[in-house]
């Protein structure tokens, strides 16, 4: 069965830095693309960041692009999320996600930027 577990996310001061993982099993990771995504309650689930199968093709949304790095070990079937320069604005729930395995999510974990 597809698992993601997210982990990393806590309370952060802004311009701060934060390193969120996502460790997935139940599938063969070097063989999907994968994306972050954020969601704030209330709000549509937004698309953060993606990357290819080996890692060599990275996007990202706008409000992110220049201060968040997306990359993966799939060794260790782990994606990762460097994230700096936070803003208030990155506060959200972050989850993982394989596009091509939809139906699957994580519990994601909390990211919270204030001061």
């Known amino acids: 069965q597809v698992q993601y577990v997210e982990s990393g996310g806590r309370l952060v001061q802004p311009g701060g830095s934060l390193r969120l993982s996502c460790a997935a099993s139940g599938f063969i990771f070097s063989n999907y693309d994968m994306r972050w995504y954020r969601q704030v309650p209330g709000k549509e689930r937004e698309l953060v960041a993606s990357?290819?199968?080996?890692?060599?093709?990275?996007t990202y949304a706008n409000s992110v692009k220049g201060r968040f790095t997306i990359s993966r070990d799939n060794a260790k079937d782990t994606l990762y999320l460097q994230m700096s320069s936070l803003k208030p604005e990155d506060t959200a729930k972050y989850y993982c996600?394989?596009?091509?395995?939809?139906?699957?999510w994580g519990q994601g974990t909390q990211v919270t930027v204030s001061s």
């Open positions: 996600n394989a596009p091509s395995l939809p139906r699957y």
């Open positions: 990357i290819s199968k080996r890692g060599s093709t990275t």
